[in-house]
């Protein structure tokens, strides 16, 4: 027990340790950065110091909120529906085999198509609300997700699932019992590269049709040249994509705390 305890309280201090590196570092560029501008006397215009970047997010701070809940309204329903249309459609090719034969070559083929082409043909059929953006997140965030699915069902341990046939387990049972708990080690990874995605989808959504939003923000300060503006918007969409990946990662931990012992382990 006793030894037990002591290695979760090494692990939480080494992750202690790893997290004042990652602050320091980061510190540390922020300063480097500081002393560059400051030092040759770059214009704003030019590169912001990031003493000029926290001071234009400080002015805009009332108009702030109200855009960053328009984005992030379009993330959130954006995400879970490509959860469930994700989850959904890479069971069907596991349950019926001539679906994956099918279906596949379509995930392959929704990518190559680039995004900014697919996404004013969303704002015409559409029109300018939340729908589109929704549509253009989904397009990017369910492939990594529904083909993460499919990977994790093929690497069921096929012995287990004659185990559950022999004692007469219904479809359901199986995934339920076996085949879903499977596929968590694989979703997450998958989740995590749709997280950090998703947010660019719902800007480039924004940039092409909307009213509000990061991205029509965005759009104005690159047209005005209002480069600490441009930078201080640019550091919202970092923190708020750094900020949902957090939440997967605590998420993971929650439901599949086994990945991490394994990794602990090791």
Known sequence: MKKSQSIVSNMEKKKSFHFLITISW????????????????VSDWILPKPTSIAQQ???MKDILW???WQTLQEVLLGLCLSILFGAAVATIMDV???FHVLIRPLLVISQTVPIVAIAPL???????????KM???????????TLNILEGFQTVDPDLLKLFKTMHAKKWQLYQKVKFPAVLPYFFPGLKIAVTYSVMGAIIGE?????????VMLTRATKSFLT??????AAIIVGLTFILYTIVELLQRLVAPWIYRKEEKK
Do not use: T
């Open 96 to 98: 019926v085999p001539i």
């Open 135 to 145: 549509l253009v997140v989904i397009l990017i965030c369910f492939f990594p997700i």
């Open 122 to 132: 969303l704002i015409v059929w559409f029109g300018f609300g939340l729908l589109p």
């Open 228 to 233: 600490s503006q441009l930078f201080a918007i």
């Open 57 to 59: 997010l400080y002015d």
């Open 26 to 41: 980061l510190l540390l560029l922020l300063i480097i950065w500081q002393g560059i501008v400051v030092g040759f006397h």
């Open 207 to 215: 940039w092409l049709g909307a009213s509000e939003g990061l991205g």
């Open 66 to 68: 109200p855009n960053i």
